[in-house]
């Protein structure tokens, strides 16, 4: 089925170490986002990528890198997990920057140790 | 930054009852949106709005831009159990889309 797929589903990380969440789209969107959910908080927007070869720092970029490795690909990266870090993310994409909505994932869980 | 304020935080109703929530904000928005999210899953659109005061439906929901473009609101009309999660609504204004806290809908028996 078409949409967004992000791997891996669940996560557990100790405090330091680091890893990458993969997300790819078959829906040849231009742009991709990264969210974060937490509890009470809603969803917050981490880095965005309008198009390919470019991405932008959302509302929460600290601690987190990101890469459009093609149009298809938006990778988030930790370099080095903090259990501040303990959310659930959510890789989305969207043509025309969003104007019909968001496609989302069915989001990663990652737990910080 | 911006902000949009959803309420309410939570409801509890009766099976077969109506529901509402909305969203308010101090922004003009182009776009308002309307999601829900499953346990376990990502937000799944559910109605988008293009103009001010624009009313749609989809089903049992109906939801509407407001004149001001600074607030919408949804309604769901004789809830049934698959109606449980949570509602986010949200506010795009050029490439970004800016979510609210979230409603979360709960239904009795």
Request: net charge negative; proline share 17%.
């Given at each position: 089925n078409a949409g967004v797929t992000q791997t891996p589903k669940f996560q557990v990380l100790k405090t330091g170490q680091s890893m990458t969440l993969q997300c790819a789209q078959d829906m040849n969107h231009n742009s991709m986002y990264w969210y974060r959910q937490d509890p009470g908080m809603g969803l917050r927007l981490i880095y965005y990528s309008a198009s390919e070869g470019t991405t932008d720092k959302g509302e929460v970029p600290n601690g987190y890198n990101v890469s459009r490795l093609n149009k298809r690909e938006f990778s988030l990266r930790l370099e080095s997990a903090a259990p501040s870090q303990t959310s659930v993310y959510f890789c989305a994409s969207s043509e025309r920057g969003g104007l019909y909505g968001y496609t989302f994932g069915s989001g990663t869980r990652l737990t910080v140790v | 930054g911006q902000q949009l304020n959803q309420s309410p935080q939570s409801m509890f109703i009766q099976e077969g009852e109506d529901v509402s929530m909305n969203c308010t904000s101090s922004s003009i928005f182009n776009t308002w949106l309307w999601y829900k999210q499953d346990p376990g899953e990502g937000p799944v659109l559910l109605i988008a709005l293009y103009k001010a005061g624009e009313l749609t439906s989809n089903g049992r929901l109906t939801a509407q831009f407001g004149i001001t473009r600074k607030d919408s609101f949804l309604n769901i009309s004789?809830?049934?159990?698959?109606?449980v999660g949570i509602y986010f609504c949200a506010g795009q204004l050029g490439d970004k889309i800016i979510f609210g806290k979230g409603t979360r809908l709960h239904i009795l028996p």
């Open positions: - | 004789a809830s049934i159990p698959s109606d």
